[in-house]
């Protein structure tokens, strides 16, 4: 997968820049006489453009994932992480700023000496130019704010995490509240049905084992004297706590029989017996 970072696009990008900085350097001299220095704008753009590109090939072969690089903000390695901040905090903003720049000098340019640049196809190429700088903008803008979306998700779900993980769960299952990266949500919850924290904890059937019982069917330890379990009221099946919490904040249903769990179920158990005992009242 990897070696198809680097490929024809950018021969092309390379050769095309290259080309085109050939071309300035040629006609240097022609661009003097105008209101501002359009030629020199042009060289640090192609070069904006050059070293964000190979940023982006060197930072998606360190991570072994292209489309990671750009929305993963939790790169494990450091130079990786280093040529992302590189990319964000550098070079976008960079690259923002000079377009912007570019279009007060191309306007005054066009303004004041339009006789200026040399050969009669430069204005096109310059307002062409300045409609690809303003797209690379924008889709960059765009994966820095998939790229802040995934992030929060992700801080979200370790916030649910830590409510969940008491001593009970971390001495059984470890810390799992620290994610790598965002596609740990993705195998965390196989949908958004999966319940809360919050929801969880406000669930009914949570004893402490007194007798051993049967294994429990997610983790086939038995249920031993002294620990925690929970019974779910829709079924009737019984787990250890730490286990069934965690299935529950992944898909909200029994493991065994599939039963849907619903956040709502204890009230509707405890109006139930309300009017159960108004009955026999």
Known sequence: MAESKVGWNDGVLVVSLLYMCIDI???????????RPIH????????????????????ALMSQNDSEFMLNLRQKSAAVRFLLSMMWLVILPAFTIWSMVGTAWVWEVMSHTPQCLPGGAHFWFLI???????LWIFVHCGLGIVAWYLERRLRRTEGDLRQLE???????????????????????RESEDGLKASEIASLPGLFVVDCAMEDCPICLTELCEGENARKLSVCG???HRSCIDLWLYRRADCPL?????????????????????????
Do not use: I, P
């Open 25 to 35: 350097q040629y006609e240097w001299d022609g661009f003097a006489t105008c209101q």
């Open 40 to 59: 020199k704008w042009l060289l640090l753009s192609y070069g904006l453009v050059v070293m964000s590109r190979l940023v982006h090939v060197a930072g």
């Open 128 to 134: 062409v130019w300045q409609a690809l700088s303003y």
């Open 166 to 188: 008491d001593q009970d769960l971390l001495s059984r299952w470890g810390q799992v509240s620290r994610l790598q990266n965002y596609t740990s949500v993705t195998g965390l």
């Open 237 to 239: 099946h019984t787990f």
């Open 257 to 281: 029989c599939k039963t849907e769990v619903k956040a709502c179920e204890h009230t509707s158990l405890r109006r139930r017996a309300v009017e159960e005992s108004s009955w026999n009242v």
